[in-house]
């Protein structure tokens, strides 16, 4: 019951935000995906989950956003529901074999997935390999996007979540599809899953810049495992996976 009640006072709220906010919404390359009849992945930070369903267009196909089956994510796929977005859950498990499944039938149906590279639990702005393997397996393309308010509050939390304020200014923009060969080999995987983390990165900071906040910077990358131990130098955080 409390949560039912969270999740509707959640909505309530992003309703309230998107109302009272002047948007500049840039997505020029979605828009030319749909017309064109092709489905893609949309990929954004998950610290700049809240307000990027905004750049989606009512008339446009469904789009389905793969949650982790945690409580906090349970919350999101709520309050989601509320908005009138469907959701995949990512069950960690299963290392997200069933969700990767659940996201090929709503692409092979001809409905977009939207997923964040760096959840659930980080690092923070560091892509997985997941969202390139799904685009390998299914030769959809994947869409980085990326959204940034005037007014907010950067939460503490390990993704710095944007909590969007009212009557602020917000832009939402898409960078150009990324595209991964279905007989890519291991680097390709690796330059494609670079070349995502790279681009969202890019918008996320152009567009802090462009509202005139501070930008958000991405966890340490973690240094690669060797076999022989460095001495001489401390060691970021190993990254998590998904």
């Not at 956003?65 to 349970?74: C, E, L, T, V, Y």
Request: charged share 25%; aromatic share 4%; net charge positive.
């Amino acid at each position: 019951m409390g949560q039912r009640l969270l999740s509707h006072l959640a909505a309530f709220y992003v309703r309230l935000v998107a109302w009272t906010t002047r948007w500049q919404i840039e997505t020029g390359p979605v828009d030319r995906l749909v017309e064109e009849g092709e489905a893609a992945i949309g990929a954004f930070w998950h610290g700049r989950l809240l307000m990027s369903h905004l750049g989606w267009k009512a008339e446009q196909p469904r789009i389905h956003m793969m949650i982790s089956r945690h409580r906090d994510g349970a919350l999101i796929a709520r309050t989601i529901g509320h908005l009138g977005f469907s959701t995949v859950d990512a069950d960690s498990k299963t290392g997200g074999l069933n969700a990767l499944r659940a996201m090929k039938r709503c692409l092979d149906a001809g409905d977009w997935v939207a997923i964040t590279p760096d959840g659930p639990r980080g690092p923070r702005m560091r892509a997985k390999a997941g969202t390139i393997k799904l685009a390998q397996l299914t030769g959809a393309p994947v869409v980085p996007a990326s959204v940034a308010m005037s007014r907010r509050r950067i939460l503490n939390s390990w993704d710095r979540f944007q909590l969007a304020l009212p009557f602020g200014r917000g832009i939402i923009r898409c960078g150009e599809p990324i595209r991964v060969p279905r007989d890519a080999d291991a680097d390709t995987l690796e330059r494609a899953r670079q070349a995502l983390e790279d681009a969202l990165n890019g918008l996320t900071g152009e567009l802090d810049r462009r509202c005139g906040v501070p930008v958000v910077e991405p966890a340490p990358q973690a240094m690669p495992e060797t076999d022989t131990p460095a001495t001489d130098s401390p060691t970021a955080p190993a990254a998590r996976s998904a």
